[in-house]
């Protein structure tokens, strides 16, 4: 069953690069409303919980170490058709691959500093979600 909520975080890479405000701009226009918000950077044991899927995989390390290396712009979304017009708006992991107009089109640097993260599924969108903020955080 679908959902109308998704979690996003704007990455280290934004947040260096000065594309924040740019960025919200682009979520704000395409209809979403945020319904949850905060500056935080992650500590290395959060990042690996979070990133715990990819445990395996051999970016892995490199990943946490990114996620970690500054501070992040955590938010949950709400729109209709929210996970899917999200993954949409972000474009595809690999800039060079993303259509334009999105996103990572515009603020990616590459597939590993890829300016934003979109949850893949609405059960991940609630657990991601869940993850980074509380019930009285959310509105």
């Excluded at 000065?18 to 959060?46: C, H, V």
């Excluded at 395996?56 to 929210?82: D, Q, W």
């Excluded at 657990?127 to 019930?135: K, L, R, T, V, Y």
Aim: aromatic share 10%; net charge negative.
């Amino acid at each position: 069953m679908a959902t109308n909520r998704t979690f996003t975080m704007l990455k280290p890479d934004s947040i260096e690069s000065g594309n924040t405000g740019n960025i919200l701009q682009m979520i704000t226009d395409a209809g979403f409303a945020i319904k949850a918000m905060k500056y935080t950077r992650l500590s290395e044991e959060q990042a690996k919980k979070f990133y715990e899927v990819h445990a395996e995989r051999p970016f892995y390390g490199e990943l946490v170490e990114y996620m970690t290396s500054g501070p992040i712009i955590a938010a949950i979304l709400e729109k209709e058709n929210a996970v899917a017009d999200f993954r949409a708006l972000i474009g595809a992991t690999d800039p060079a691959e993303a259509a334009e107009g999105t996103i990572r089109k515009k603020y990616a640097e590459s597939k590993g500093r890829n300016a934003v993260h979109g949850s893949d599924s609405d059960e991940n969108a609630q657990i991601e979600g869940d993850f980074h903020f509380s019930a009285a955080e959310i509105f």
